[in-house]
């Protein structure tokens, strides 16, 4: 058992050619979108590597499957079978109501500190996008993913905790509060910005980014984000000091030139970068930002290349990753083998990569783009495309695995 587990040892994966991924299906439209994911992964992995590597699945009861079963939404071996085996997948979870679990996501995150949402977005024609030159859109979000508001620590108007916070704050901070408000709390620290940042820079070294921006509301808040910007340029400048510049720095020693081989650190508030990414994409390669910036801006990116259906991700810690649909559960389509099975299956992609296994996932994405060429595409994407024929999910599958395989 042991030669099919993946490792890190040294800060470096080591994947066996058959290693065991767990696996977990999720809720609502999951055991469509995965199925049809399973069979692509499988087949890319089969046909590129002519079965000399092969992923053995390992499912995990979580979500509504695993309450159904053992009466856990989330259960601690489920976690402990995520960071023993290094690499997971998971289909989109639903968000339990009147069950004392905030988000299931949230808490895979908070639990197996999985420190950065990371969020490749890049246009894949022909799919249809509002933008007028969406190929131009070439960016990967790190977004930090333990704290800001995120991390869960508020307490209801009116109840008695708001209303020791709120007295607290009155009188020994002489802040002014509104009667019985609401209260929460945004912690941002410089251990976990730094970490991420450092993450994000590896990231656009490694894969040629010309730039990484510092995505933050330090212009009002000063002391959360205006600290995330600043904790930025200090993990740059103290772990990376021979490979970036900042973009005073270029302006001011190279005449705005980047030299060649060099990352240039710069931030922008977020207000600001929503404009700039839709007027000037190209201007943009990795980007860097706290929890709640992130959310919205990987979202709104995602709609620019053509929707979250289209949009992958996954969540990266030091010991574990889980790559993950980037979209909700759609239970209104459960069952129906309708959706767009894209964002799983681009995410199964990514998870290829991040093993190594480069040549499996560039084959999905090929024979992915090609499928959607040949106008055999799902719902979703057919009434966007003039002359397509509508497929159904698994039906879709099985055109990128017949494409893949010639």
Request: charged letters at 25%; proline letters at 5%; hydrophobic letters at 40%.
């Amino acid at each position: 058992m042991a030669e099919k587990i993946v490792k890190i040892e040294n800060g470096k994966l080591l994947v066996p050619d058959n290693p065991i991924i767990p696996f977990i299906e999720g809720d609502g439209i999951g055991p469509d979108i995965w199925k049809a994911t399973r069979a692509v992964m499988d087949a890319s992995v089969e046909t590129t590597y002519h079965k000399k590597r092969r992923i053995e699945w390992k499912e995990l009861l979580v979500g509504e499957k695993g309450f159904d079963k053992t009466g856990q939404w989330l259960s601690q071996e489920a976690l402990n079978s995520i960071k023993s085996h290094v690499v997971a997948i998971k289909g989109p979870l639903t968000t339990p109501v009147g069950q004392g679990i905030r988000s299931l996501n949230v808490a895979i995150r908070q639990k197996l500190d999985l420190y950065a949402c990371v969020r490749p977005v890049k246009y894949m024609s022909p799919v249809p996008s509002p933008m007028k030159h969406p190929e131009k859109i070439d960016m990967v979000i790190f977004r930090e993913n333990t704290e800001d508001v995120y991390a869960g620590i508020e307490w209801a108007a009116g109840s008695n905790e708001a209303e020791k916070v709120i007295s607290f704050l009155k009188h020994e901070m002489h802040a002014d509060i509104p009667e019985h408000a609401g209260i929460g709390i945004k912690p941002m620290s410089q251990k976990n910005t730094r970490r991420l940042v450092a993450r994000a820079i590896s990231h656009a070294i490694e894969n040629v980014y010309e730039s990484v921006t510092l995505m933050h509301k330090g212009n009002i808040m000063k002391y959360t984000e205006g600290a995330f910007r600043n904790w930025g340029y200090e993990t740059a400048a103290d772990l990376f000091p021979d490979i970036t510049i900042t973009e005073a720095q270029l302006y001011e020693k190279y005449d705005g030139r980047r030299p060649e081989g060099k990352v240039i650190i710069k931030d922008r508030i977020a207000d600001m970068i929503f404009q700039q990414v839709l007027l000037r994409p190209e201007e943009f390669g990795v980007i860097a930002t706290p929890n709640l910036n992130g959310d919205y801006i990987s979202d709104a990116l995602s709609a620019q290349i053509g929707g979250l259906g289209m949009a992958p991700g996954a969540n990266i810690g030091d010991d574990c990753a889980i790559f993950e649909a980037t979209h909700g559960t759609a239970p209104k389509y459960a069952g129906l083998d309708k959706v767009n099975p894209g964002s799983l299956i681009l995410s199964g992609a990514m998870m290829l990569d991040y093993m190594g296994w480069k040549e499996a996932a560039a084959a999905i994405r090929k024979a992915l783009q090609a499928a959607i060429i040949s106008g055999h595409v799902t719902y979703d994407l057919a009434r966007q495309i003039k002359n397509a024929t509508e497929v159904s999910c698994s039906r879709f599958g099985n055109e990128i695995i017949k494409l893949m395989k010639g």
